[in-house]
């Protein structure tokens, strides 16, 4: 079965929604993962009424404010109260277009310790689930990679994740990512264990070397294996979208990198990521019909 394509609106970041509709369903692709950012205020029936237009599925959606606990590199309130607030109210914001998931990093300790961070967050977790089934929409939390994790996360891998989910008591889902997972330890029996708990899924490449944490690829552009790594996702039971998300720095976070996929029209980006992908899976049906 041909898995669905999705597109994350941070790989066009600086195209509007309706750019990025046209893009995306000129490149075949299936889905989007709309970034709350991207929505214009007092314009939402009528960016509600494009998406329809376009043809395109609602894949996971991405907050303005993200996490329960404050991301440095990111905009947005301090305390945690504060953000629950603003992840609360752009849940509600999103729901009409009907996302399949709303994606949450943890965000870092920062001043915290380990045990405090852990227990704002599980608090925060539980009121994000409280309203996501409310909405019939799950919530899902992101382990990242280990890559300056001091500023980004409390948890690097599919375990760690479910394990804070557990010890919360919250009914929260977990995000797959290539760019933070594919190289953490024990993937494999991460992936058997906790696979059925997968509610986002989302798609890159590792550059190496990586200049910095805003410096991903297109898939089969970097050295992640990726063709054994979707299959064993597959094998999780998920059929959802695969959705591309690339972060690739023009200045706006320090490193104005030449190359860099955000200086692309969206409907580059969007062609050749749809292309990287189509060609992936090409690879993916050769080597398992080989074997």
């Not at 870092?108 to 310790?113: R, S």
């Not at 104005?256 to 580059?268: G, H, Q, R």
Request: contains cysteine.
């Amino acid at each position: 079965m041909r898995r669905k394509f999705g597109i994350c609106e941070l790989s066009t970041l600086n195209a509007s929604f309706d750019d990025d509709l046209a893009a995306y369903a000129a490149a075949g692709a299936d889905g989007i993962s709309i970034f709350e950012g991207k929505l214009v205020a007092g314009r939402e029936a009528e960016q509600l009424e494009s998406f329809r237009r376009s043809g395109l599925e609602a894949s996971a959606a991405v907050l303005a404010v993200p996490s329960v606990l404050p991301l440095p590199r990111f905009p947005g309130p301090e305390r945690p109260e504060e953000r629950l607030e603003a992840m609360l109210a752009g849940m509600r914001r999103l729901a009409p277009f009907e996302p399949t998931a709303f994606v949450c990093p943890s965000g870092p300790a920062g001043e915290l310790t380990d045990a405090e961070a852990r227990k704002t967050l599980g608090e925060g977790l539980r009121v994000l689930a409280d309203e996501s089934a409310r909405l019939g929409i799950p919530v899902a939390l992101e382990p990242m990679s280990t890559f300056e994790r001091e500023v980004w996360t409390l948890v690097t891998t599919l375990g760690e994740a479910a394990e804070l989910v557990d010890e919360a008591g919250a009914d929260v889902g977990l995000v797959f990512d290539t760019w933070h997972l594919w190289n953490s330890p024990e993937l494999d029996d991460d992936l058997e264990r906790y696979g059925d708990r997968i509610v986002a899924v989302q798609v890159n490449d590792w550059r190496d070397p990586t200049r910095s944490w805003c410096d991903r690829v297109l898939p089969g552009d970097g050295v992640i294996d990726l063709g054994p790594l979707l299959d064993a996702v597959e094998r999780t039971g998920w059929a959802g979208c695969y959705d591309l998300e690339v972060f690739s720095d023009d200045g706006k976070f320090g490193n104005d990198f030449e190359d860099s996929l955000w200086k692309l029209p969206a409907d580059e980006l969007a062609r050749r990521g749809r292309e990287r992908f189509t060609q992936l899976e090409l690879s993916s049906s050769t080597e398992g019909r080989a074997a």
